[in-house]
Nanobody, 116 residues
């Protein structure tokens, strides 16, 4: 069992920045593939960014050039730096840990609201 705790969400004006953090339990964090998803009201949960255990990174087209995913294996934490935020970035952001093909864990989510 892997527990994930997200933090860092909040209310920010358009053009602003936020950094989300996701702290994972356990001693095998370095082996997990980690990802950030988001879900707006009435919408499906979509992939925002992912980072593999070897450091390969992918982004959704909508956030390329604005968001940066990173991980600190010594702290069991994955981050999502979000810059140049837009109102359409408003959503609940979820952290996901992929332990293996059949075993995934989700955090409880953190709300990000971009509004003036």
């Amino acid at each position: 069992q892997v527990q994930l705790v997200e933090s860092g969400g909040g209310l920010v004006q358009p053009g602003g920045s936020l950094r989300l953090s996701c702290a994972a339990s356990g001693r095998m964090f370095r082996l997990y593939h980690m990802a950030w998803f988001r879900q707006a009201p009435g919408m499906q949960r979509d992939l925002v960014a992912q980072i593999t255990n070897s450091g390969r990174i992918d982004y959704a087209d909508s956030v390329k050039g604005r968001f940066t995913i990173s991980r600190d294996n010594a702290k069991n934490t994955v981050y999502l730096q979000m810059n140049s935020l837009k109102p359409e970035d408003t959503a609940v952001y979820y952290c996901k840990a992929e332990v293996n093909v059949q075993e995934n864990y989700w955090g409880q989510g953190t709300q990000v609201t971009v509004s003036s």
